[in-house]
């Protein structure tokens, strides 16, 4: 048996008699004569050889096994279209139909989780890919085209072939286990400049190359380099080094007793300062000004 090929328009006909319960429903919804629809039902019937609806011995159509059968069908193909419909509506209004985000491990990861929700919602037909990076490494993303968004740190500087616009800061602050040697130093008032260097520090570790031979708040000389926060985080809490972290992210420990904070004399916290950085070549469509609009006013 050869098939013929429903026209979308027979596909939507079925979803509205399917939604209305009825032709006349239908009819009314699509802004159509009854007839219109009746002839859009029989016309798909004939192209798909089966019998949609049951007509007999009922006023209200109902849905065949065949019918039954087609509906999830029908509604993914509309769906897929209406998609496609609505990503060209994109693009004739500026929207962008990607865009790659890298955003430095230093942001809270609560802010950055609440904004792609709301992302999400509002530019449903902008395919965002995400990274989540520290240091030079982000600003990387955007010099090799694999992003062309960032929310990163102060690390580069003013690279010439990036813009930036300053959103907000993180406060890093220096924290150990209570039982740490620096931590027991502090509580009983036996602090003395220099203490830090004898012991362990757990530095976060740059995987580009952009910043190879600097350092950033590396006061001892013994160091374990960790590229993932989170594991920096485990091993503070476990009493092996002291390092700086963001303050958002320790407070429960902090308040907790988990961790505390050093009070030391080299003052390593500092005010990590965010911006949002895009290449020069790059122009910012609607969804990426949106994202820094809402991670400056979520820094704030």
Known sequence: MKLGEPSLDQLRIFLSVVEHGSFGGAARSMGRAVSAVSYGIAQLEQQLAVTLFEREGSRKPVLTEEGEGLLAEARAVADRVDALLAKTRSLHAGLE??????????????LTAQTLREFRRIFPTVALSLNIEGLGAVAQCLLEERSELAIGGPVIGEHPALERQALGEVDLIPVAAPDHPLAVAVAEGAITPGLSRRHLQLVLADRSDLTQGR????????????????????LLKEGLGWGNMPREMVAGDLERGRLVELDLPEKPGDHYTLSALWRRDTRLGPASSWLIDAFREGLA
């Open 97 to 110: 139909s990607s865009l790659g985000l890298v955003v430095d491990v230093m942001v809270p990861g609560e």
């Open 215 to 234: 350092e950033f708040s590396v006061l001892s000389p013994q160091t374990w380099r960790l590229g993932d926060l989170g594991a920096k985080h485990s």
